[in-house]
């Protein structure tokens, strides 16, 4: 069964860093490009990033309103996907979750909360 | 950036009628050399992550049932529950994958009526 479970969510200041995790299991992590998105409270869904298997680079790519602040990785060994996101704004206060593959998504995990709040 | 635009936003719909959602692509999705529209479509229910119904515009997931189905091609599609059910009450959304940044429609929102 697979399984995607986002954790480091929370409150955090304007300006300030968080890292967020996606642990997977249940597929085989490294042939699988990883998505995130993100969903501000009663609204829709927006696309954040994704980043390619190491067997296509493992190349990145961005929403022009994280470009250059949030940064995706991966640890294949540990099947752990991470958001690294830098200098937090009140706007980025929405649910984030993340998926396997970049076209659609078949599997999303339950998402994590971050608010963005002085 | 390709936009997505969902009618209606709300729609209520009796038991066992049919519930029919419109998405528009301000582009074509339609990739010339393989003829597949790169198009989504998804379910989502309070306090839970969307869960996908639809892709390549009209293959439905396993495990989805079959009253719901997708059509179209090139910038309009809609999404179809030819019955429905109390448990398909859920925001829906279409998504293009067409072009990064892949883009949601704004979402409708599905209800008895």
């Known amino acids: 069964e697979v399984q995607l479970v986002e954790s480091g969510g929370g409150l955090v200041q304007p300006g300030r860093s968080l890292r967020l995790s996606c642990t997977a299991s249940?597929?085989?992590?490294?042939?699988?490009?990883m998505s995130w998105f993100r969903q501000p409270p009663g609204r829709g869904l927006e696309w954040v990033g994704f980043?390619?298997?190491?067997?296509?680079?493992?190349?990145?790519e961005y929403a022009a309103s994280v470009k250059g602040r949030f940064t995706i990785s991966r640890d294949d060994s540990k099947s752990i996907a991470y958001l690294q996101m830098n200098g937090l704004k009140t706007e980025d206060t929405a649910v984030y979750y993340c998926?396997?593959?970049?076209?659609?998504?078949?599997?999303w995990g339950q998402g994590t909360l971050v608010t963005v709040s002085s | 950036d390709i936009v997505m635009t969902q009618s209606p936003d709300s729609l209520a719909v009796s038991l066992g009628e049919r519930a029919t959602i419109i998405c528009k692509s301000s582009q074509s999705v339609l990739y010339s050399s393989n003829n597949k529209n790169y198009l989504a479509w998804y379910q989502q229910k309070p306090g839970q992550p969307p869960k996908l119904l639809i892709n390549?515009?009209?293959t439905r997931e396993s495990g989805v049932p079959d009253r719901f189905s997708g059509s179209g091609s090139g910038t309009d599609f809609t999404l179809t529950i030819s019955s429905l059910q109390a448990e398909d009450v859920a925001v829906y959304y279409c998504q293009q994958y067409y072009s990064t940044p892949s883009t949601f429609g704004q979402g409708t929102k599905l209800e008895i009526k």
């Open positions: 998926g396997t593959g970049y076209y659609w998504i078949t599997y």
């Open positions: 390549w515009a009209s």
């Open positions: 980043i390619r298997s190491k067997a296509y680079g493992g190349t990145t």
């Open positions: 249940g597929f085989t992590f490294g042939d699988s490009a």
